[in-house]
């Protein structure tokens, strides 16, 4: 060996030492025939630290002091030559000719080659380098120690040899806590990471799922609180699903304390779930005592229970009304009222209402012109004897134009009770029966023009008594409504259902007679705000035969809109069913943070129905049975009264004579 190669060597090793105790993170691998290579000392594993307490905290590892990240100027470099621009040089570029991935038993390797710029057959570059090796670390499934060995070949390309340390296994996982989600849900969400390195990254991610699976099924506050692993590789994950510490009541002044809290089904030592919350903030508005209801949640420090207070807004409960107005049915009218919904604020409801019509607008030739006149009491307890039980009761005075008999005067008095409960196992389950009494008496209203109608359609004018029959019933009315409505005001999820059996049993009259009926409303959101609600309604004769004044009518502002009411007929059987679009007015909640204004919905709808066994009445005016509507109207929410519906419809079949111009139709109530 020349002199002038020994001074070379000589002076390779020294930069080489000098080097190495300079930043011991580099790894240096040089092929020399006598030179034994010295395995590298392996650093320490890192454990991952992981947060025991606060619940927002993200996972992330805290590093060992003593062990630097993968820094720029990290990666080796291949041998030296004499010539520098080796490296840097347009004419000698070195490139990767192989790229080998060692110390990977449970991570792909095809996964590693992907996190790699660096690729066969690219320029070898140590800051491209640099960086592939700090996103290796980034995927969290290696430890720091992350190396990079370039191998020079003798066609003078590279070798790249990156060796990884895999994080130890996780070997499983132990969950406590939970006493609301089975650990089954849980650990569908972490059996992926078994037998994976452990990854703080993924980890991470199925924690929120974790989270999220707990605040769909209404544990909103619901937190994975601490996370440790034990050296076999078991992951031990603690969660606090958030347990009530207490329930505070404010705003009620007039109301109750015992009267709010009943209607408080969330209790102290409880895990908080915000739909059980919800259904008790409804319960409450229910009421009609408070305009609003807001619930806060706050995380007590000392206890790490959650305090949660109901804050309420309480309305005037009272009121005597002095009213004008025009109805459907009644025509102009005027009223006078009294009504109290939170009664001696125990949250009893009494209603007085006296009221009369002219009984001449908006009602076709088939309805006597006369004025009409209605009186109705009614008391109701929301929580007799137990929690979900309500007991009604209600007296009326009524004599009106008949609507559902042509020409006809029908007056009604009577009064009924009804008792309503919530099924205990089922709370979107509610039963009810009603009981009560009432006398329907029927009278000629325009001899000479009904005479005129029956020779017309060659009827014998006997048929009329039959039409006339009224008579003294008991009646007995079971119904069953299901709800899952998200809101009373303006529901957006949700369905709501009902079925009523009736039976009218005759004292005096008209024979007794049984029917059926049923409704199902969907309510499905349609964008931010906006929703659309499905309706089928349909109903039938059981037994007997229904008299005339109790038939099914199609026509009407709670049937089909854009025809007066029974316009399209009567029956002792109907169908029929709408589909209707809600949405707020325009832009209304960006000029105004009023929630009367707010709650007002705009109303596009398409109606169709069919009558069944039509009546004699529906014969003598040419009644067509059967109808499809089109209209729009608006919703206004009355606290306290429920939804007041105004709707222009535009028949689209059976358009002859008035019907052409469509119709306005009035409604109070959402009816079921």
Do not use: C
Not at 188 to 207: D, F, K, M, V, Y
Not at 264 to 270: A, C, D
Not at 312 to 322: A, D, F, P, V, Y
């Amino acid at each position: 060996m020349s002199f002038n190669k020994i001074k070379r060597f000589i002076l390779i090793l020294t930069v080489i030492s000098i080097l190495q105790a300079s930043n011991p993170a580099l790894a240096f691998n040089f092929k020399f025939p006598f030179f034994k290579k010295n395995k590298q000392k392996q650093e320490k594993v890192i454990e991952e630290k992981l947060p025991s307490d606060g619940l927002d905290e993200e996972i992330t590892p805290v590093l060992d002091e003593n062990v630097e990240n993968v820094e720029e100027g990290e990666v080796p470099a291949v041998e030296n030559t004499e010539d520098e621009s080796y490296y840097e040089g347009d004419e000698n570029l070195v490139y990767v000719k192989t790229l080998e991935i060692l110390g990977n038993n449970m991570v792909e390797t095809s996964f590693i080659k992907d996190m790699i710029s660096s690729k066969e057959g690219h320029i070898y570059d140590r800051k491209e380098i640099t960086k592939d090796l700090n996103n290796l670390y980034a995927t969290g499934y290696f430890t720091q120690n992350i190396r990079a060995v370039p191998i020079k070949l003798d066609d003078g390309s590279v070798r790249l040899r990156i060796v990884v340390e895999e994080n130890p296994p996780i070997t499983g996982f132990t969950i406590t806590g939970n006493n609301s989600i089975p650990s089954s849900d849980i650990l569908e969400i972490l059996s992926p990471l078994e037998g994976q390195p452990q990854n703080i990254i993924e980890l991470n991610r199925a924690i929120e799922r974790i989270q999220e699976l707990y605040a769909a099924r209404g544990y909103i506050v619901a937190r994975v609180s601490e996370m440790t692993d034990d050296p076999d590789g078991v992951i031990n994950i603690h969660i606090n699903e958030g347990t009530i510490g207490n329930i505070n009541v404010v705003g009620n002044h007039k109301t109750k304390d015992f009267i709010v809290k009943r209607n408080i089904l969330s209790s102290v030592g409880e895990v908080y779930n915000e739909n059980v919350m919800r259904s008790d903030i409804m319960r409450l508005m229910g009421t009609a005592a408070f305009k609003d209801v807001q619930r806060d949640i706050v995380l007590n420090e000392e206890t790490g229970l959650y305090d949660v207070t109901i804050s309420l807004e309480e309305q005037r409960t009272g009121k005597i009304s002095l009213g004008v107005g025009v109805d459907s049915s009644s025509g102009f009218f005027g009223s006078v009222g009294f009504g109290e919904n939170n009664f001696r604020g125990l949250g009893q409801k009494i209603n007085l209402n006296v009221m009369a019509g002219t009984g001449i607008l908006m009602n076709d030739n088939s309805v006597l012109r006369r004025a009409n006149w209605q009186a109705e009491l009614s008391f109701l307890e929301p929580h007799f004897k137990k929690q979900g039980q309500s007991l009604g009761f209600r007296a009326f005075l009524r004599s009106f134009g008949s609507y559902q008999v042509p020409l006809a005067v029908e007056k009604r008095y009577g009064g009924d009770v009804t008792l309503a409960r919530v099924f205990e196992k089922y709370p979107r389950l509610t039963g009810s029966i009603s009981l009560g009494a009432e006398d329907v008496n029927l009278s000629e209203g325009d001899e000479t023009q009904m005479r005129n109608l029956f020779a017309a359609h060659g009827l014998s004018m006997d048929q009329r008594h039959k039409m006339l029959e009224g008579g003294f019933y008991l009646r007995a009315i079971p119904a069953i409504t299901y709800d899952t409505r998200d809101n009373i005001t303006n529901p957006r999820h949700g369905v709501v259902a009902r079925i009523s059996l009736e039976e009218a049993l005759s004292i005096a009259g008209a024979g007794s007679y049984g029917k059926l009926e049923g409704v199902i409303k969907k309510f499905i959101p349609a964008g931010r705000k906006s929703s659309i609600v499905l309706t089928a309604r349909a109903g039938g004769n059981l037994n007997g035969n229904i008299p005339e004044f109790a038939m099914y009518n199609l026509g009407g502002p709670y049937t089909i809109r854009g025809f007066n009411i029974s316009e399209v007929g009567t029956g002792d059987g109907f169908m029929m069913g709408s589909v209707e679009y809600r949405t707020p007015i325009p832009f209304i909640d960006r000029l105004t943070s009023n929630s009367f204004i707010n709650n007002i919905r705009l109303a596009a709808f398409v109606d169709a129905g069919k009558i069944f066994n039509q009546s004699l009445g529906d014969e003598l005016y040419d009644r067509p049975g059967y109808a499809i509507t089109a209209g729009a109207g608006i919703r206004i929410f009355i606290p306290g009264l429920g939804p007041i519906n105004l709707d222009y419809g535009f028949p689209l079949t059976n358009t002859a004579g008035s019907r052409s111009n469509g119709f306005f139709t009035f409604g109070m109530g959402d009816m079921l």
